[in-house]
T-cell receptor, first 110, second 113 residues
Framework: GDSVTQMEGPVTLSEEAFLTINCTYT??????LFWYVQYPGEGLQLLLK?????DKGSNKGFEATYRKETTSFHLEKGSVQVSDSAVYFCALRRDDKIIFGKGTRLHILP | NAGVTQTPKFRILKIGQSMTLQCTQD?????MYWYRQDPGMGLKLIYYSVGAGITDKGEVPNGYNVSRSTTEDFPLRLELAAPSQTSVYFC????????????FGQGTRLTVV
């Protein structure tokens, strides 16, 4: 069945460091891909999305490119801030279901 | 605009008790979902609905029931609570059109003792 695999956390970085969180997926067809972010005590909120191969989603300095050939959707940010500390979830949607990865906890140190 | 509203926010249940987790959305979305979030395990899909009167099982439906009598409401029922159902439960909704994201509620933290 469809699945999403993302890198284990927690990830700890210093402020202004470069961030990469890896995400790969298994699915038939052409799923839509998403990154969601969850701040402490809150629900998930959409960070960015891509709906077809080679699309790049971007928001708040974060970017991810839909790579069909490597079935990947890695999240990147050039310079992280303390306020980026949160849990990040990679997800795919195919047909009616949305499938999530396990989440990666990110800690940014000042 | 309230979005997706879940009640209660917190609940402690005794083993064998029953309860209903409420979820309502005011965005006229066709699709609604229930997930549970366990530490280190991400979100697992319990049930989902593509419209009023239509529901289907997700990855972990055992021990739960749902109904969808209106577009707005999608309650999740636990009939005989077990410690394994201790989790944080999230309801989500999205429009029926393609390539749209889901909108999440704030979650219900349930503890079964």
């Amino acid at each position: 069945g469809d699945s999403v695999t993302q890198m284990e956390g927690p990830v700890t970085l210093s402020e202004e460091a470069f961030l990469t969180i890896n995400c790969t997926y298994t699915a038939t067809g052409y799923p839509s891909l998403f990154w969601y972010v969850q701040y402490p005590g809150e629900g998930l909120q959409l960070l960015l999305k891509a709906t077809k191969a080679d699309d790049k989603g971007s928001n708040k300095g974060f970017e991810a490119t839909y790579r069909k050939e490597t079935t990947s959707f890695h999240l990147e940010k050039g310079s992280v801030q303390v306020s980026d500390s949160a849990v990040y979830f990679c997800a795919l949607r195919r047909d009616d279901k949305i499938i999530f990865g396990k989440g990666t906890r990110l800690h940014i140190l000042p | 605009n309230a979005g997706v509203t879940q009640t209660p926010k917190f609940r402690i249940l005794k083993i064998g008790q029953s309860m209903t987790l409420q979820c309502t959305q005011d965005m006229n979305h066709n699709y609604m979902y229930w997930y549970r979030q366990d530490p280190g395990m991400g979100l697992k899909l319990i049930y989902y609905s593509v419209g009023a009167g239509i529901t289907d099982k997700g990855e972990v439906p055992n021990g739960y029931n749902v109904s969808r009598s209106t577009t707005e409401d999608f309650p999740l029922r636990l009939e005989l609570a077990a410690p394994s159902q201790t989790s944080v439960y999230f309801c989500a909704s999205r429009p029926g059109s393609a390539n749209t994201e889901a909108f999440f509620g704030q979650g219900t933290r349930l503890t079964v003792v």
